[in-house]
T-cell receptor, first 114, second 117 residues
Framework: GNSVTQMEGPVTLSEEAFLTINCTYTATGYPSLFWYVQYPGEGLQLLLKATKADDKGSNKGFEATYRKETTSFHLEKGSVQVSDSAVYFCALTGGSGGYQKVTFGIGTKLQVIP | GAVVSQHPSRVICKSGTSVKIECRSLDFQATTMFWYRQFPKQSLMLMATSNEGSKATYEQGVEKDKFLINHASLTLSTLTVTSAHPEDSSFYIC?????????????FGQGTRLTVV
């Protein structure tokens, strides 16, 4: 079946630091890959997505590239802000789970300090 | 983006009582809603798929008599945790897709933190 592995947090960074949150996946076929963000007290929001190999998803300064050869979808941001403090979930649909079912990683809490 | 409202955000209940969690799509209709559960330090796990006007589909290992799901309208699904016990304490979150199929994105509620004492 499908699975998503992401680094366990919390991750604490100073403002303007470079961020990487690693995510790897296991799935058959060609899944779609997502990063969701959950700000304190709010629901999950789609941050970015990529639907095929070598696609790069980007939003709000965050980027992630769909790497089929390494089955990875690492999230990066060049300069984080305090407002980026949240929990980030890597996820996928497709593969053996079908496109209705979302398989999530464990979630990585990011804390950015001034 | 579309909004999914989940209520309550936090609830504390006594062991043996039942708790109802509501999930509403505010500006779109959803024929299908999904209920997830997250244990500490674990992933969000799909519990069941809620289908408007028909029975929910439960994932393997999820007790349908324990977690009652009702999807009575195109904008509302409810999850009732019956005879709750401390091991049911968890974070529950719902998601919904637009029935028009205009987006592959699933929209999520803010989640409900259930504590059973």
């Amino acid at each position: 079946g499908n699975s998503v592995t992401q680094m366990e947090g919390p991750v604490t960074l100073s403002e303007e630091a470079f961020l990487t949150i690693n995510c790897t996946y296991t799935a058959t076929g060609y899944p779609s890959l997502f990063w969701y963000v959950q700000y304190p007290g709010e629901g999950l929001q789609l941050l970015l997505k990529a639907t095929k190999a070598d696609d790069k998803g980007s939003n709000k300064g965050f980027e992630a590239t769909y790497r089929k050869e390494t089955t990875s979808f690492h999230l990066e941001k060049g300069s984080v802000q305090v407002s980026d403090s949240a929990v980030y979930f890597c996820a996928l649909t497709g593969g053996s789970g079908g496109y209705q079912k979302v398989t999530f990683g464990i979630g990585t809490k990011l804390q950015v300090i001034p | 983006g579309a909004v999914v409202s989940q209520h309550p955000s936090r609830v504390i209940c006594k062991s043996g009582t039942s708790v109802k969690i509501e999930c509403r799509s505010l500006d779109f209709q959803a024929t299908t809603m999904f209920w997830y559960r997250q244990f500490p330090k674990q992933s969000l796990m799909l519990m069941a798929t809620s289908n408007e006007g028909s029975k929910a589909t439960y994932e393997q290992g999820v007790e349908k008599d324990k977690f009652l799901i009702n999807h009575a309208s195109l904008t509302l699904s409810t999850l009732t945790v019956t005879s709750a016990h401390p091991e049911d304490s968890s974070f529950y979150i719902c998601s919904a897709r637009d029935a028009r199929g205009v987006s592959t994105e699933a929209f999520f509620g803010q989640g409900t933190r259930l504590t059973v004492v």
